[in-house]
C-alpha cells in the first residue's frame, strides 16, 4: 500500500507535507521523487535484476 496520496491530498489541503511523512514513516526525499515520476533506488535496481 502506498501512503503517497495520502500526503499529496494532505498537502493540497494546506497541511504540513513534512509532518504527513514524519507520521507515516516515509522521507520527503521519496515522496517529491516518486511524485515528479522518478523511480527510486530500489525500482532501479529491480529493474537492473530483471
Given at each position: 500500500m502506498t501512503v503517497?496520496?495520502?500526503i499529496?491530498?494532505?498537502q493540497q489541503a494546506g497541511h504540513s507535507v513534512k509532518r504527513a511523512c514524519e507520521l507515516l514513516r516515509v522521507s520527503r526525499a521519496a515522496f517529491y521523487a516518486r511524485r515528479n515520476g522518478e523511480p527510486g533506488p530500489r525500482a532501479v535496481r529491480d529493474a537492473e535484476l530483471t
Open positions: 503517497h496520496p495520502f499529496e491530498a494532505e
